[in-house]
């Protein structure tokens, strides 16, 4: 049942309660399960080794010391989890830092349905393959 490209685990790290939560609308009308929604780094590493996401939404601003792509650095250690990072800045520095964790997308804010769409397809296309 969980090997169709629907019905997959999404954990979602964001740490505007907005767009976390037109995330969360989105992932669910895209036929997904958010099975968390954190807003710090260390809470992102945390529930992804616990959960077990197919998939991490990573916002790269969090609101603790940890930003999410050193977040995904220790997920790394462990895990090869998914993950498209989404972000409201696409300066050059955060963009090298990322390629380094292996990402599958990265979303500039505002995101749009279309491109969140695209994106998660292209992850678990990946996946299957």
């Known amino acids: 049942m969980g090997d169709s490209v629907t019905d997959k685990k999404v954990l979602i790290v964001e740490d505007d309660m907005i767009i976390s939560m037109v995330l969360e609308r989105m992932i669910k009308k895209l036929g ?37 792509i050193t977040a995904m650095q220790k997920i790394r250690e462990k895990s090869d989890v998914l993950v498209i990072y989404i972000t409201g800045n696409s300066d ?36 299957i393959s």
């Open 32 to 68: 997904h399960e958010v099975v968390k929604k954190v807003i710090a780094g260390q809470d992102a590493i945390d529930s992804a080794f616990e959960l077990e996401p197919d998939l991490i939404l990573m916002d790269i601003q969090l609101k603790d010391n940890i930003d999410g």
């Open 92 to 127: 050059q520095y955060s963009l090298e830092r990322a390629k380094k964790t292996d990402y599958v997308d990265y979303l500039v804010k505002p995101i749009q349905m279309s491109h969140l769409k695209k994106s998660i397809s292209k992850a678990f296309a990946e996946q």
